[in-house]
């Protein structure tokens, strides 16, 4: 880590840099939309991204990636989240669905019973059932209120704080935040973080294949830490 002996933002500042990140995901969703090769009318992205600032640490997401420090405290390891999960059963984000012409629930097969988990519909409308209540693209659920604006969120980092790890929504529907961490903390002390890597894609996949013949995206990097007094 470089630069610690960076000022803290002070709340003015942290509102400043909250709302560039904003923009910039805003830009990033328009530039996708408006280019004539790519259709994402029923295609997008999630998108994470950390920001290290001295001991700051700024996470910015939208939709279903996650990120999560790995703390250890003395004789234990601690999971930090510093990201939320954008997902419709959200009491705030199904509220804005359903201001927004959009309605959540989950797919139905022919009797009408429900599959699987709650989706994004147009309110009178079958599609286009997204998994998740912000992305980037997916023009025609930006209808139904799904939006790419992030959140962001800042933490100051401690010196108990080892490693943090960023993943998407494919590592975390069958491995836990704390079950995440006791498997990076096997391998930090060697420094095989890779190997971290490969671990976690392996389990991934594995529990994936014995629920569905489709794996999702399975992506992950792990960012080391060494956060001085």
Not at 3 to 8: A, D, R
Not at 153 to 166: K, N, S
């Amino acid at each position: 880590m470089k630069n610690t002996s960076l000022y803290p933002l002070d709340e003015l500042n942290q509102a400043h840099l909250n709302q560039s990140l904003c923009e910039a995901y805003q830009l990033s969703h328009n530039e996708l939309c408006k280019n004539p090769n790519i259709d994402s009318s029923f295609s997008g992205s999630t998108a994470i991204s950390i920001l290290i600032r001295g001991k700051q640490c700024i996470c910015t997401n939208t939709g279903d990636s996650r990120a999560v420090l790995g703390r250890f405290n003395k004789t234990t390891w601690e999971a930090v989240p510093l990201s939320k999960d954008h997902k419709p059963d959200d009491p705030m984000e199904r509220l804005r669905i359903e201001r927004s012409n959009g309605r959540v629930e989950a797919y139905k097969d022919h009797d009408r019973m429900p599959i699987g988990p709650l989706r994004v519909w147009l309110k009178n409308e079958q599609y286009p059932g997204l998994a998740m209540s912000r992305s980037i693209g997916d023009t025609v659920s930006t209808r139904a209120g799904v939006t790419c604006i992030p959140d962001v969120t800042f933490l100051t980092l401690e010196p108990t704080d080892r490693f943090i790890i960023i993943a998407s929504d494919g590592i975390w529907e069958f491995i836990t935040n704390e079950e995440s961490v006791q498997i990076v903390s096997n391998f930090y002390y060697s420094g095989k973080l890779a190997e971290a890597c490969d671990q976690l894609i392996k389990i991934a996949t594995y529990r994936w294949s014995r629920k569905d013949i489709h794996i999702d995206d399975i992506t992950v990097i792990i960012v080391s830490l060494k956060v001085k007094d």
